[in-house]
């Protein structure tokens, strides 16, 4: 078997007649942990949805362990329910992912959709919600939630299965620094580093933490590749594909000036 | 329009229940392969659109505002059978959730607004846009025109179902026992309001949204576009509009006298009797006027009785006087309750204020409900089933007893339970019974004067009778409606709408309904959050006045903004759906059994039901 999860081999997408994708090509080994860097309109989302057997590539590739992901290959529900077991999506918007009148119900939905035995289920499900710290919420509906605590019952609708590979939109987007940094402490210690994490976002604050290499997207294609210390200093390409401004600043008088620089504000 | 519990007979609420199953049973097996594919969201989705445009106040001519039911731009989009699952599933929600219509009439309420509003709609649509491009103004009108019609046929088919009441069901003294006007009262008092305002507002929607639809979306209309496959032919719809109005009881009002209120003289009369034959589809008529029928024949003059010129007396013109001054009393009391109101402003508020406030009201209500549902009184420790059907009973017992002491006694039950569930007096009567009175009142203060019997006071001025059946009917009518109020907002105040969805299954409702009803109600919450919000923002940026055209415009263009987003969250829930493993079924996590002590209580309300329906014959 090949220790590719994904190779995507020159793909492109148009979404709505706009072209989303332009002959992207890339790779994510398994248990790898990836960040798709981009502005908005990049292409990232898009990139994850493709990955997820959601949208069909127009043109190009997409294996899956060496395996077409084609729409055909879909219709096969053995395929279906081995792929849709493995891995796991979690949507930028809570409130699309969270569809179900209850958090328990949420959280059930996926394993009754892939007919595990209902015995099983019930108590998966109160396993799931323990471990993500909320067991209150069970017969909460989802539009009475909070933004971080929407995203927490997302992220345990989609962790009840235990996929190997997260695919992830945006998963701190929207929440208060404190949320923030739950979902992001449990994402890093998720599964002891034997998963297999993608994680679209523009966020570099974090980016360290929740990755091990990055690809960075700009108009439907890879910009640039690399391990997050070496992006993060790559200032041109990141000032290129906007995800930082550019930006002048003065330092300390009394030190020796080295002169206007663009730069990068970095947290202790 | 949404008729509420106790205004129709149990026999008459059984009745539209049976004659809906099957419409209902031909959508679901119609839309079988439909439901496997995005059609499941888009239709909760549509429902929840549905439900939200319910709330949207538009600007109509003349200062007023009026509100659409949506079906007929949800036959357009979705095709009537789709239509009728997606309105259908909007009004269950509006009776259960929000005590919008009554528990015991949502089968009448889906048959007038879902089955025949939906059907209507889609074949006037058909008909008036044949085979004009999408993008046509032609389709505009057409749209404009199906909701018209679809909203009145509905408003005409509720107006017949009051309108027979007092002829089928009335006591031995002649009170009419549920809604208490005869046909020539409650059509034009329907008729007027539906003709001039709810019609011009679903006109507005149908064709704004159409509009609106044929610069954002095109391909949402071509399912029912001239080249859609499986559509019927143009023909077969022209015939159908044909039958339908043969149907309509409007045509068969202009044939003859009213269909149902021959005179009792007409029963004996030959000529006559060959005309209500052919009106009833061939059916003779009883050779003898049914008891009732003779007494309820003076209704008419009863006011006037004595006090009227003689060209009045003559039968014929008589009748039509005293429809007329039945009719106009009616919308008086209903304008003067209104004026009563507890939200009356020094200022008028604008349209889009009206919305801002009806849709914070339900959100509000929603957050009451969840809350008094977690707060663990008496009837929230029951398992739901056995609430559903314990109230359930209760509320049918309700609507059919004949006694004024039992419905007091029914009513005193509904409040210790509340009481006991840690409902206040205070929130039931901010919350059912003033909103009931209001309603219900302006509808049973005027039957006091109008249904004839023996007169125990006279008006000083007027010197209009106050009749004893009258009384009895009016007081009926009232105490049945407060009480069946209080009853179903004890059910959905005691228990979470998950729970409830859980028990539905229990009594074999199909998983595909039970989860449509589960994603509509979760999906009314994003839709009322995001409708307010463009509310609003709207009002935020409103500066001075704006023409009423203007006016108009912005509503329509609101509504669809919220069309829009809609069919944006349905086509991302289909996506959620499918990472998850959505195969197209649908599946419920189910536990079946009934725990001993579940019993007790179950066995104590249904007892208590048969009783009173026993005792309160």
């Known amino acids: 078997m090949t220790d590719l999860a994904f190779e995507v081999r020159d793909v492109s997408y148009r979404y709505q007649q706009v072209p989303a994708l332009d002959g992207l090509s890339l790779e994510i080994r398994r248990g790898e942990r990836v960040a798709l860097l981009g502005a908005n309109g990049s292409g990232k989302s898009t990139l994850l949805r493709l990955l997820a057997a959601l949208h069909f590539p127009d043109r190009g590739d997409i294996l899956y362990f060496g395996e077409s992901l084609s729409e055909r290959r879909l219709q096969d529900e053995e395929f279906f329910f081995r792929f849709r077991r493995r891995v796991g999506v979690v949507f930028q918007n809570p409130d699309i992912q969270l569809f179900n009148p209850s958090v328990f119900d949420e959280v059930a939905f996926g394993p009754l959709q892939l007919r595990w035995p209902r015995d099983q289920i019930r108590g998966r499900v109160y396993e799931t919600l323990e471990t993500m710290g909320i067991s209150r919420l069970a017969d909460r509906a989802p539009h009475r939630l909070s933004g971080g605590e929407k995203k927490r019952v997302a992220l345990a609708s989609v962790l009840v299965l235990d996929p190997e590979i997260l695919l992830l939109d945006e998963p701190a987007a929207a929440l208060d620094p404190g949320s923030q940094s739950q979902i992001t402490d449990f994402l890093v210690s998720w599964g002891g580093g034997s998963k297999t994490v993608v994680t679209a976002t523009h966020d570099l604050d974090t980016l360290e933490d929740i990755a091990d290499r990055c690809y960075v997207l700009e108009n439907g294609k890879v910009a640039g590749e690399g391990a997050p210390l070496a992006i993060l200093h790559d200032v041109p390409l990141l000032e290129r594909t906007k995800l930082v401004r550019p930006h002048h600043h003065v330092h300390d008088p009394s030190a020796p000036q080295p002169g206007p620089h663009p730069h990068l504000h970095r947290r202790p | ?617």
């Open chain 2, 1 to 617: 329009m949404h008729i509420p519990d106790g205004y129709l007979s149990p026999s008459t609420c059984a009745g539209f229940y049976a004659a809906s199953v099957p419409f209902w049973y031909a959508a679901l097996r119609r839309l079988r392969h439909a439901l496997h594919t995005r059609m499941l969201p888009l239709l909760s989705v549509f429902s929840a659109f549905s439900f939200v445009i319910m709330m949207f106040n538009l600007p109509l001519p003349g200062g007023t505002t009026g509100h659409a039911v949506g079906m007929g731009v949800s036959a357009i989009v979705l095709g009537p059978w789709a239509s009728i699952l997606a309105i259908s599933i909007a009004l269950v929600i509006q009776a259960v959730f929000f005590g919008d219509g009554g528990i015991t009439a949502i089968g009448a309420n889906c048959f007038n607004m879902a089955i025949a509003g939906s059907l209507v709609a889609y074949a006037v649509y058909r008909v008036a846009a044949y085979r004009a491009a999408i993008g046509s103004t032609r389709r505009v009108v057409a749209a404009g025109l199906a909701g018209y019609l679809a909203i009145n046929t509905a408003a005409l088919l509720a107006a017949v179902e009051f309108g027979v009441q007092p002829l089928f069901f009335h006591d031995a003294a002649g009170s009419p026992l549920y809604a208490p006007y005869p046909l020539a009262v409650s059509i034009p008092a329907m008729m007027i309001g539906h003709l001039t305002i709810a019609g011009l507002a679903e006109l507005i929607i149908s064709a704004g949204l159409v509009a609106w639809l044929q610069r954002t979306d095109p391909g949402l209309l071509e399912r029912t576009a001239p080249d859609a496959a499986a559509g019927p032919s143009v023909r077969k719809l022209w015939l159908g509009l044909a039958v339908l109005l043969v149907l309509t009881p409007l045509g068969i009002l202009a044939v003859g006298g009213a269909w149902g209120e021959w005179s009792a003289r007409d029963f004996a009369d030959p000529q006559v009797r060959r005309q209500i034959a052919a009106a009833s589809a061939n059916h003779a008529p009883p050779q003898r006027a049914p008891s009732g029928l003779q007494r309820l024949s003076t209704i008419w003059t009863a006011p006037l009785s004595g006090y009227a010129p003689a060209f009045i007396r003559n039968a014929p013109i008589g009748y039509l006087v005293s429809a007329a001054a039945g009719t106009s009393l009616i919308l008086l009391c209903g304008l003067l309750l209104k004026q009563l109101l507890p939200d009356r402003r020094r200022r008028r508020k604008t349209f889009i204020e009206k919305t801002t406030t009806t849709l914070a009201r339900a959100l509000q209500h929603a957050f009451f409900a969840e809350e008094t549902a977690n707060s663990g009184g008496f009837l929230q420790r029951l398992d739901p089933r056995v609430k559903l059907v314990g109230i359930g009973s209760l509320i049918a017992a309700t609507v059919a007893v004949h006694q004024l002491w039992m419905l007091a006694a029914i009513l005193a039950l509904a409040v210790v339970l509340a009481r006991l569930s840690r409902i206040t007096l205070r929130n039931l009567s901010t919350r059912v019974w003033i909103a009931v009175l209001v309603f219900t009142g302006a509808i049973a203060l005027p039957a006091i004067f109008l249904t004839p019997g023996e007169a125990i006071y006279r008006l000083p001025v007027l010197g209009w009778p106050v009749t004893s059946q009258g009384l009895r009917s009016a007081a009926l009518l009232f105490l049945r409606a407060e009480t069946t109020a209080t009853l179903s907002v004890l059910l959905i105040l005691t228990t979470l709408w998950p729970h409830l969805l859980h028990a539905l299954r229990f009594f074999r409702v199909p998983v595909v309904v039970v989860v449509l009803l589960g994603m509509t109600y979760r999906y009314i919450f994003l839709l009322l959050e995001t409708a307010r919000e463009i509310s609003e923002s709207r009002e935020a940026r409103q500066v001075g006045v704006m023409q009423p055209a203007d006016r108009r415009r912005l509503a329509a263009a609101t509504a669809g903004v919220l069309l829009s987003k809609s069919l944006w969250v349905s086509g991302e829930v289909h996506m959620a759906m499918l990472a998850r493993g959505f195969r197209g079924e649908v599946y419920l996590l189910e536990d079946l059994r009934l725990r001993w002590n579940d019993w007790l209580p179950l066995g104590a309300l249904t007892a208590i039901a048969a009783a009173a329906i026993w005792f309160g014959r």
